[in-house]
């Protein structure tokens, strides 16, 4: 894998965008937090960490991560999360990465409310102690948001798939636990082509909540018009509703 397709170069390099005032992020909480997960982990057997975008980088995870794929402390205590990066499957850790930005720029076009009722689920391969690649299934969620809203520190859990069929692939979905909402990651067979400037706007338009009316009145267009338009992204992005296409237009770069 080229390095310029690295997670460091895909993931990170998004990151650095976040824009934070680290004099007020309140680390305090973070003790909290860790102790919560570190008893899910004794209890659950399950791998959690948390992540700091603003650091951008893990700064907890729980005693017992290692041990699920067969490491000791001693196989990572020097490169810490690192060491569990590097053992992913090249093409899962990709398809992972691009997935992460592809969903963190769907959040943030949520309000805060939203951005805390929503994980992403994923599927992939890392290499166990024995040197055999094992199915993962890891969630994250928001656990905080800063002063403006951005989000800040994410919560993970990892668990070993209990299905080790044959691997067809890493998968991501996005995924509203208050509503059970589902929206896969996959890429889209019905996507043809791209979308004419008029749809891009509307489409832009809807993705910053404004309803049919508004977007009417702002483009100087009929409403019918406007539904024309929205039915005809709809049809193009292969999407049931207008967040499927907020999504899938932000994932294919149309936005």
Not at 225 to 244: C, D, I, P, W, Y
Request: glycine fraction near 6%; hydrophobic fraction near 35%.
């Amino acid at each position: 894998m080229a390095e310029t397709n690295s997670i460091h170069e895909i993931f990170f390099k998004y990151l650095s965008q976040y824009d934070f005032n680290e004099e007020i992020l309140d680390y305090s909480i973070v003790d909290n937090y860790i102790k919560t997960l570190q008893s899910i982990s004794e209890i659950g057997n399950s791998g959690t960490g948390i992540f700091d975008i603003s650091k951008k980088e893990a700064i907890f995870y729980s005693s017992n991560f290692g041990k699920l794929l067969g490491y000791s402390p001693t196989d990572y205590e020097i490169l810490g999360q690192d060491f569990f990066a590097k053992k992913i499957h090249p093409d899962d850790a990709y398809k992972c990465s691009v997935s992460g930005v592809t969903i963190l720029k769907i959040l943030s076009n949520f309000n805060s409310s939203e951005k805390l009722t929503h994980k992403m689920i994923s599927e992939y391969r890392m290499l166990n102690k024995q040197n055999k690649y094992i199915k993962l299934i890891e969630q994250y969620q928001v656990l905080e948001l800063d002063e403006k809203g951005q989000i800040w520190l994410l919560m993970n859990i990892v668990d070993i798939s209990p299905n080790q069929d044959e691997f067809e692939g890493s998968k991501s979905k996005l995924y509203n636990y208050k509503t059970g909402q589902i929206i896969p990651l996959e890429d889209n067979p019905k996507i043809q082509f791209e979308l004419t400037k008029r749809e891009t706007e509307i489409l832009s338009l809807v993705r910053d909540g404004f309803l049919s009316k508004e977007i009417s009145d702002k483009l100087s267009i009929s409403v019918h018009t406007v539904n024309t338009h929205r039915q005809r992204f709809l049809e193009k992005l292969g999407a049931n509703n207008s967040m499927e296409a907020v999504i899938f237009a932000s994932k294919y770069g149309l936005l």
